[in-house]
C-alpha cells in the first residue's frame, strides 16, 4: 500500500508560480511512473504531468509551463507551475501506477489551486 500526500496549492494571480509537492509513504518502490492528474469543477479529471523511467511527460496545455521532477531519496515529486493562468484553476491530484499512467494504484487526496485573473 503507497499512500500519497500533496501539498503547496493555493491561490495565486495570473502570471504567478506555485509548486506542488507529493510525499510517497509506503510500498514507494512498487510503481512505475508518478504524476499529476487536475480536475476543474464541471470537467473530467485530466492528466497534467508524469516521470517514468527517468523521462517526464506532459499535456500540450502545460508543456514549457510547469515542470515536473522526483526526489527519489525524500520519496516526493514535484510540480513547479510557472505562467499561471486562471484555466489552470483545479483541485490538483497526485498519482502513482504503471504504464503511462493509464493504470494508477494510488491516488493523493487533493490539493486546490485557484488562478485569479
Known amino acids: 500500500q503507497v499512500q500519497l500526500v500533496e501539498s503547496g496549492g493555493g491561490l495565486v494571480q495570473a502570471g504567478g508560480s506555485l509548486r506542488l509537492a507529493c510525499a510517497a509513504s509506503?510500498?514507494?518502490?512498487?510503481?512505475?511512473?508518478m504524476g499529476w492528474f487536475r480536475q476543474a469543477p464541471g470537467k473530467e479529471r485530466e492528466f497534467v504531468a508524469r516521470i517514468s523511467g527517468g523521462r517526464t511527460y506532459y499535456a500540450d496545455s502545460v508543456k514549457g509551463r510547469f515542470t515536473i521532477s522526483s526526489d527519489n531519496g525524500k520519496n516526493t515529486v514535484y510540480l513547479q507551475m510557472n505562467s499561471l493562468k486562471p484555466e489552470d484553476t483545479a483541485v490538483y491530484y497526485c498519482?502513482?501506477?504503471?504504464?503511462?499512467?493509464?493504470?494508477?494504484?494510488?491516488w493523493g487526496q487533493g490539493t486546490q489551486v485557484t488562478v485569479s485573473s
Open positions: 509506503g510500498r514507494t518502490f512498487s510503481f512505475y511512473a
Open positions: 498519482a502513482g501506477g504503471w504504464g503511462s499512467l493509464d493504470i494508477v494504484g494510488s
